[in-house]
């Protein structure tokens, strides 16, 4: 199974500014001082073996979007956030102006979460069949919202796809096109889901825009279930564990150290640290990715946890 | 868990021994508590939490420091941590703690951030 990252940001986009790109362009060229690099192969590699990940790369601005390749034509992805603008580019290169088949998984309808959906060039392509899939009620009533004038120029029964709603239950395991999907049940404003996505002997798990109250034992146990060996967890870590249990309690998120107990209690493989705070920069992000993997290695009982952080960008093989 | 208990002056030094983990958190938690409802009055200003003894602290643990730091100024007092072992030291920096938490290197200076006559007491001890 292969899973790209289309958006890995929380809350709202964001993006690199002039002064960003800048200190990077004057500290790359401060480092490649007194080196000959006159091809652009010399240049790339010096890119990749020299220089830092924040100073080459950025985890991106997109928010919450993350597609899987479970080995069949049709897509899945989770959420819609602005990440599906360029999902959609994907899908329509791939297909080369074909229809195509897409399974959408939704945690839950704020606006992050689905303000890419307007922009994602397969809805206005006649005969794509689109299953937007979720347990809450107001799925449909939210796409259509924010696709209603004064927001959006195109009403929502003007994209020409087949667009299906389709109601999952929670804990309650549905096959879609070969993938076994189960949602639970997360705390957050509204309520969100996580989904565990099970396709021959990987198994992906979702979990986004959840808060996880330490002091709950069977709340825990829930959530280790639904890691249980799982080879990738895709996690909110928007806060540090002490926001998260005190100023920011109860906005519905959670942190990179419950990420890596829950994910080693269920002796998961692979923890990718997902809905990066919009204030933080890649230095910032890189920095906690760093902590995380040190804290995984503190607290490692025997089973090895893999600590990445996500980017838009990321493919991973499972 | 076993928590250890020492004054001086008007201040008590708590020493929790081992791991302090989703465990026995909650035990650990109500422990706290029947000291944490002294702090304010005249005989106790402050606690002191000596983690020397501890090995390791889990999430859920580090949150019961935080609330007891909060129900400690809810009662006019204050808590402190003091000589963290170097692995609860890094936990404590990567969960941010150190940012919302007064931490101390030793026992004596976290009593001297607390009342001068605790630290008295502890050096003549």
Request: net charge negative; hydrophobic share 40%; with cysteine.
């Amino acid at each position: 199974m292969r899973v790209r990252f289309w958006g890995t940001r929380g809350s709202i986009p964001v993006s690199l500014t002039w002064r960003d790109l800048r200190d990077r362009l004057v500290e790359a060229l401060v480092a490649a001082s007194g080196r000959q690099l006159d091809t652009l192969s010399k240049a790339y590699d010096f890119l990749e073996q020299n220089l830092a990940f924040p100073l080459r790369h950025t985890y991106g601005g997109h928010t919450a979007c993350v597609e899987f390749e479970p080995g069949s034509d049709e897509y899945f992805v989770c959420d819609m956030g602005s990440g599906a603008r360029a999902f959609g580019e994907h899908v329509m290169a791939r297909h080369a102006g074909r229809p195509a088949t897409v399974n959408v998984f939704m945690s839950h309808v704020h606006w992050d979460h689905i303000m890419g959906f307007p922009f994602f060039g397969p809805a206005y392509v006649a005969g794509t069949r689109i299953r937007i899939h979720g347990c809450h009620d107001v799925i449909e009533q939210a796409f259509r919202l924010q696709q209603s004038p004064p927001c959006f120029p195109v009403p929502f029964d003007q994209l020409h796809a087949d667009i299906e709603f389709v109601r999952l239950v929670p804990g309650q395991a549905t096959q879609v096109s070969g993938v076994t999907v189960t949602p639970k049940l997360q705390l957050h404003g509204g309520d969100s889901y996580g989904f565990r996505f099970e396709c021959g002997d990987k198994i992906l798990v979702y979990t986004t825009d959840s808060e996880h109250k330490l002091e709950n034992i069977s709340n825990t146990e829930g959530f280790v279930k639904l890691f249980r060996n799982a080879d990738l967890v895709v996690f909110d870590a928007m806060y540090s564990l002490a926001d998260a249990v005190s100023v920011k309690a109860d906005w519905g998120h959670s942190s990179n150290v419950v990420g890596v107990e829950l994910c080693q209690m269920a002796r998961a493989r692979r923890l990718a640290l997902f809905h990066h705070e919009p204030a933080n920069d890649d230095t910032q992000i890189e920095r906690i990715l760093r902590e995380t993997v040190r804290f995984e290695e503190l607290t490692r009982q025997g089973h090895r946890l893999e600590v990445i952080a996500a980017y838009d960008g990321l493919e991973l093989d499972l | 868990m076993k928590l250890a208990q020492s004054s001086y002056a008007d201040v008590l030094v708590l020493s929790p021994q081992g791991r302090l983990d989703h465990d026995n958190c909650a035990e650990f938690h109500l422990a706290l508590d029947n000291y944490l409802e002294q702090t304010g009055d005249k005989s106790t200003r402050g606690v002191v939490l000596d983690l020397s003894g501890l090995e390791y602290v889990s999430s859920a643990g580090l949150r019961c420091f935080m609330l007891a730091a909060k129900q400690a100024r809810a009662h006019g007092g204050r808590i402190v941590i003091a000589a963290m072992q170097p692995v609860v030291g890094e936990i404590f920096e990567i969960s941010r703690f150190n940012l919302i938490l007064d931490a101390f290197p030793t026992v004596l200076a976290a009593l001297e951030s607390l009342s001068p006559e605790s630290a008295q007491a502890y050096d003549q001890a």
